[in-house]
């Protein structure tokens, strides 16, 4: 079992950056695969960024590619979301989530964990 709970979010011009920090509990967190989600009002929710149990295998959906950038931190039990050049249309609810396997992949139910969410607005 792992707990997730979401930081970092806020309003934001766009353009602008927000880094969104998860925190995870327990003492297996290199156990899982990381991930983020977001859901905007009215649309289904859908994947943002993934990072492998090491770390070392990164993935990210096509609309944040180049823009938004994910890493882990195994000893601090964090996952980090580092989003860059944001557009109004990031404006979502940002969710962190965790699969008990190596890698994860872009589908909901690959993944076992989920946080709260934490808001993130970009206004034009």
């Known amino acids: 079992q792992v707990q997730l709970v979401e930081s970092g979010g806020g309003l934001v011009q766009a353009g602008g950056s927000l880094r969104l920090s998860c925190a995870a509990s327990g003492r297996t967190f290199s156990s899982y695969a990381m991930g983020w989600f977001r859901q905007a009002p009215g649309k289904e929710r859908e994947f943002v960024a993934g990072?492998?149990?090491?770390?070392?295998?990164?993935y990210y959906a096509d609309s944040v590619k180049g823009r938004f950038t994910i890493s882990r931190a195994n000893a601090k039990n964090t996952v980090l979301l580092e989003m860059n050049t944001l557009k109004p249309e990031d404006t979502a609810v940002y969710y962190c989530?965790?699969?008990?396997?190596?890698?994860?992949?872009?589908?909901?139910?690959?993944?076992?964990?989920w946080g709260q969410g934490t808001q993130v607005t970009v206004s034009s």
């Open positions: 990072i492998s149990r090491s770390g070392g295998s990164t």
């Open positions: 989530t965790a699969a008990k396997t190596a890698y994860s992949g872009t589908y909901r139910n690959e993944y076992d964990y």
